[in-house]
């Protein structure tokens, strides 16, 4: 079976360093979101992208925050400088254009802010 | 976007039915409901969506009042394994669109 994969599971930075989560989407897949999970809380939506795009995007999806698909197959999220608060599950997902309401989501990077 | 009430926790034991209620009163016409099952250190999981009254795949069944004010989630027979997170989310169904996860009912099957 397809699934999104995701790269490093596990990335320790210092606050205001660079960090880039990358993401495999499922191959047909045209939708691609990111969301964090803080430990102990909810999932959080962080923004949408489709047609090499954002489609939506949170409040939480700030100027720190950037989203590229570099070629057809990797999708990768960018913080540009870490906060300690930005310590959390980042985990990716992408959805098929027959059936986007279902959402396939990754292993998750986590990410910790030292 | 719908907000989706649903309990905060609940517990079973092996074997047992569980239903899960949520609620959205102020759902719009356009909207479908989804859930999806997350468990410890793992991404969401999708289980159903409907729209309006029963859907049922291999996993579970999905209730969907009239009113469609409020839904109900439906695993039959449960196992250790289903120990989870279950999140009810209410929106438009296409892709691209903002996916709003509320705070999930917690659900702990007991042998």
């Known amino acids: 079976e397809p699934e999104v994969t995701q790269t490093p599971s596990h990335q320790v930075t210092q606050m205001g360093q660079e960090v880039i989560l990358r993401c495999v989407p499922i191959s047909n897949h045209l939708y691609f979101y990111w969301y964090r999970q803080i430990l102990g809380q909810k999932v959080e939506f962080l923004v949408s992208f489709y047609n090499n795009e954002i489609s939506e995007k949170s409040e939480i999806f700030d100027d720190q925050f950037s989203v590229e698909r570099p070629d057809g197959s990797n999708f990768t999220l960018k913080i540009r400088s870490t906060k300690l608060e930005d310590s959390a599950m980042y985990f990716c997902a992408s959805a098929s254009a027959g059936s986007s309401y279902e959402q396939y989501f990754g292993p998750g990077t986590r990410l910790t802010v030292t | 976007l719908a907000k989706t009430t649903q309990p905060i926790s609940m517990d079973s034991y092996e074997g047992q039915e569980v239903n899960i209620t949520c609620s959205h009163n102020n759902i719009a016409t356009n909207d479908y409901i989804t859930w999806y099952q997350q468990f410890p250190s793992q991404g969401p999981r999708f289980i159903i969506q409907?729209?309006?009254t029963k859907v049922t795949n291999e996993v579970a069944s999905l209730f969907i009042p009239a009113d469609r004010k409020s839904s109900t989630l439906s695993l039959p027979r449960v196992s250790l394994s289903d120990t989870a997170v279950y999140y009810c989310l209410v929106g438009i169904n296409t892709g691209g669109f903002k996916t709003i996860f509320g705070a999930g009912t917690r659900l702990f099957v007991k042998a």
């Open positions: 409907g729209y309006k």
